[in-house]
């Protein structure tokens, strides 16, 4: 560990991870396995994308409690050539779908989001239809230069010739024992014997081996309109589910524009709507422009005051105004004009917690995780994914090693509402896959898990890099603080007299682990090479590549000067 004072007021921060800068490219993610793949990629001339897909895959099978190919996300993509897209890939509601089709449990915050039975939230009523495949393979068609079989074969070598498990893998499992225990296929894989897998041990799935050939041989088509996604949906089916082969048949990602916002010199992209990122990012960047956040100082009571403040604002704007944009009416240009930060400004009372409360119902799960990818070229990818909650619904697909997603439980289970359950409808999410520019060149590319956390996160960092001026590993450790207008979570880091004084100014302060997951990234820097660094809260792991081929012509020679 390294101790380092961090912005104009020196404020103290334990770095536990070091970063790790190349000329050739950096992969960075939330496993050194998945990296290792992505690097692989880039070694053998792949581009940015490529080795972004590959990460994607391996991860589907070394973080199978996180990520998988029934799942959903949205990557973020900007080309050396200016193109810049996001792909969205989030799981839409079944066709079956009804605004009726749960029960609450109740009508009083904050638990009305429960259902009877909890049947949004495990078990196949809880499976919304996939998109990350075809998502991934349109990403990869649209801008990446390798075929789907070649960017699949680093994944497919891990499930079929096994990997380490991690303590933090080991210790997922346990934390889903009981539910996973119910499944015969996720019992045999996770707990064989009744014992978790422990960490160290060696973890093959070999029917995951076998889909994951299947997928790569026939392509997307093989889940969504093949064998592949008979076997899901009549499973999902003999269990109580609603996904049909038509459901599967139908579904694809959307490519989007991001969302950018000018802040001090900079250029901000994040994913718009049905994501929260671009629109709300963009809104907080415009409330700050008016505030001297550096002059402040990192970790003050006055700076995470204005954060919190600025979060509220935002959280209760969403939840009124963001969900899926071919359902709901998106005020985007309001909320991110220069007119209304400048209105809502004027309502921050930098000495008192004002009472902005989003709906307390809004939720998202924590289980997610994300990939940053850049190559020598220029290429980027910013890419965040899950199947939701830890393991999904906790549920497999027999004999395929799929797991199964549970993204119906993002939607509020009460009709009428804006983020009610419809058919078709897009779920909602906090993702946050971050790229910024100065001058028109790349200046860092970031990005994490953990559910409404997500773009709270992702803010504070940029606010760390461009405010605070730290270094970006410095950015991804720092501590974090988070509300949606109820508590205000602050983490272990945060110093026991600021959170008095937080406490004082009218913030109702509460402890906790972590705020958000892993956070990744990579920074650009001046004299062309990337630094890549990852944080504390997972296994984020960095590859940074460096030197290269031989000069051209160059090779052995005889004494006589003839080439060998």
């Not at 490529?50 to 029934?70: C, N, Q, S, Y």
Request: charged letters at 15%; one cysteine or more.
């Amino acid at each position: 560990m390294a101790s380092v004072s961090v912005g104009q007021n020196g404020f103290p921060l334990t770095l536990e991870k070091t970063p790790a800068t190349g000329s050739r490219g950096v992969v960075t993610s939330n496993h050194p396995m998945a990296s290792s793949a992505g690097a692989q990629v880039l070694l053998e001339g792949g581009n940015a994308v490529d080795a972004a897909i590959a990460t994607l895959f391996a991860l589907t099978v070394v973080e199978p409690m996180m990520v998988g190919v029934l799942g959903g996300g949205v990557g973020h993509i900007r080309m050396a050539d200016g193109r810049h897209a996001v792909m969205d890939g989030l799981s839409t509601a079944p066709a079956a779908a009804t605004p009726t089709m749960y029960t609450p449990r109740t009508d009083m915050p904050p638990e009305e989001r429960e259902v009877e039975g909890r049947t949004n939230a495990l078990g196949a009523l809880s499976v919304a239809v996939p998109v990350s495949l075809r998502a991934w393979a349109q990403t990869l068609e649209r801008f990446g230069t390798w075929s789907l079989a070649d960017v699949m074969a680093p994944a497919i070598h891990l499930a079929a010739n096994g990997f380490r498990v991690t303590p933090y893998l080991s210790d997922c499992i346990g934390d889903a024992a009981a539910d996973l225990a119910r499944d015969a296929d996720l019992a045999a894989r996770f707990l064989p014997g009744g014992a978790k897998r422990a960490a160290g041990e060696r973890l093959v799935q070999g029917a995951y081996a076998e889909t994951l050939r299947a997928i790569a041989q026939g392509g997307p088509d093989v889940l969504h309109d093949g064998a592949l996604g008979g076997l899901v949906a009549d499973a999902l089916a003999a269990s109580g589910g609603i996904i049909t082969r038509a459901d599967l048949r139908a579904s694809r990602p959307i490519e989007r524009a991001p969302i950018g916002a000018q802040y001090r010199g900079y250029e901000v992209f994040a994913p718009p709507p049905p994501a929260s990122a671009g629109v709300h990012v963009a809104q907080m960047l415009n409330l700050l422009d008016g505030f001297d956040v550096a002059g402040m100082g990192f970790g003050t009571v006055e700076s995470w005051h204005l954060v919190a403040e600025v979060l509220k604002m935002a959280f209760a704007d969403r939840a009124v105004a963001t969900a899926d944009p071919d359902f709901v009416t998106v005020p985007v240009g309001k909320l991110t004009s220069r007119a209304y930060a400048d209105l809502r400004r004027a309502e921050i009372d930098m000495a008192r917690a004002q009472e902005w409360a989003a709906h307390p119902s809004l939720g998202e799960s924590n289980c997610t995780t994300h990939v940053t990818v850049a190559d020598a070229a220029g290429n980027i990818v910013a890419t965040t994914q899950t199947i939701n909650a830890l393991f999904g619904a906790r549920i497999a697909i027999p004999g395929t090693g799929l797991i199964a997603n549970n993204y119906m439980h993002n939607f509020d289970p009460r009709p009428g509402l804006a983020l009610s359950v419809q058919p078709g409808k897009r779920v909602y999410t906090s993702m946050a896959p971050t790229i910024a520019l100065k001058h028109g060149k790349p200046a860092f590319a970031l990005g994490l898990p953990g559910g409404l956390k997500i773009f709270p996160s992702a803010f504070q960092a940029v606010l760390n890099l461009i405010d605070h001026g730290m270094t970006l590993q410095q950015a991804v450790e720092a501590p974090r603080i988070w509300t949606q207008g109820l508590a205000l979570e602050l983490e272990p880091a945060v110093p026991d007299a600021v959170a008095a004084a937080l406490a004082a100014r009218g913030h109702a302060v509460r402890r906790v682990a972590t705020i958000g997951g892993g956070m990744n990234g990579i920074a650009f820097n001046a004299d062309g090479t990337m630094t890549g660094a990852a944080c504390w809260r997972a296994d984020g792991s960095v590859v940074a590549l460096g030197g290269g081929l031989a000069r051209a012509g160059v090779r052995f020679v005889l004494e006589t000067g003839k080439p060998v």
